[in-house]
Structure formats: structure tokens, C-alpha cells
């Protein structure tokens, strides 16, 4: 169901997130998505040490999300990545979209699509599918 797959992206991140689509894989301890406008999306390294990839900027829960930020880019650069989830029969049809600006090479696009493809394709699935933890919190 939609409020399922909403929960696993905001409340359980790091159970299904996790290397290589981090920035800090020695340090990183867990991701959070604070589910609130105006809510954080960072990677903990403890001690109050870390990363903020992003801000909700838009959230209606079991339906929409959009995070704005760099989402672990190097350089200028900015990016909106919206999730949206409609219920089909007894599962959920999820959209990623993922628009940014500044400096993007080719090599940092085929990278995010395989990323994306690899956390929500792969790992999400498997975690709200079959309860399989493949993030950082196994």
C-alpha cells in the first residue's frame, strides 16, 4: 500500500539507503528524513558531524514528497527530486522525478541513474516487499 511505501521512504531511510549512494561510507552512521516541511534529509556521522543532502520542500503524506538540495553533489549544483505514489490493485505505482542544475557531467547522471534505480527498483522494494534491510541499519 501507498502509506507503507511513504513510511519506508520517511520514517525507515536507512534500513533500505545506503552504500554506495552516500557520502561518507567510513563514518556514516545512519540518514534521516525528517518528515516535516522544512524537515532535513541528512547523513549522520555521529558527534553532531554529518551532511544535509536536502529540505522537504513539499510532503502530503502516502502521496508526495519532494526533497530540494544537492542531494550529494559536488560543486554548484541544485536539485527538486519529487516522489510520487498512486495505489494500483494492492500495490503502489512510485515516480521519481529528479531535476537539477549547475555542474552535472554526463558521468553524474548515468551515476544517479543507476543510484535511483539501484535504492528504489532494488533495495526499497525488497525492504517493503520482503522486510530485506540493505541500507545502513541492517
Given amino acids: 500500500?501507498?502509506?507503507?511505501?511513504?513510511?519506508?521512504?520517511?520514517?525507515?531511510?536507512?534500513?533500505?539507503?545506503?552504500?554506495?549512494?552516500?557520502?561518507?561510507?567510513?563514518?556514516?552512521?545512519?540518514?534521516?528524513?525528517?518528515?516535516?516541511l522544512g524537515g532535513r534529509v541528512y547523513e549522520?556521522?555521529?558527534?553532531?558531524d554529518g551532511a544535509i543532502w536536502a529540505t522537504v520542500?513539499?510532503?502530503?503524506?502516502?502521496?508526495?514528497?519532494e526533497l530540494t538540495g544537492r542531494l550529494g553533489t559536488r560543486g554548484a549544483v541544485l536539485g527538486v527530486i519529487a516522489f510520487s505514489l498512486q495505489p494500483k490493485g494492492p500495490g503502489t505505482v512510485l515516480r521519481l522525478s529528479h531535476r537539477a542544475v549547475g555542474e552535472i557531467t554526463p558521468e553524474t547522471e548515468v551515476n544517479y541513474t543507476r543510484?535511483?534505480?539501484?535504492?528504489?527498483?532494488?533495495?526499497?522494494?525488497?525492504f517493503v516487499e520482503r522486510g530485506e534491510r540493505r541500507g545502513l541499519r541492517r
Fill in 57 to 65: 520542500t513539499r510532503i502530503k503524506r502516502g502521496e508526495y514528497l
Fill in 1 to 36: 500500500p501507498a502509506a507503507r511505501v511513504f513510511d519506508a521512504i520517511t520514517k525507515e531511510m536507512a534500513a533500505w539507503w545506503g552504500p554506495p549512494q552516500i557520502i561518507d561510507e567510513e563514518r556514516a552512521r545512519d540518514v534521516v528524513l525528517e518528515s516535516t
Fill in 115 to 126: 543510484g535511483w534505480w539501484d535504492l528504489l527498483d532494488r533495495r526499497l522494494r525488497a
Fill in 44 to 48: 549522520d556521522w555521529g558527534n553532531g
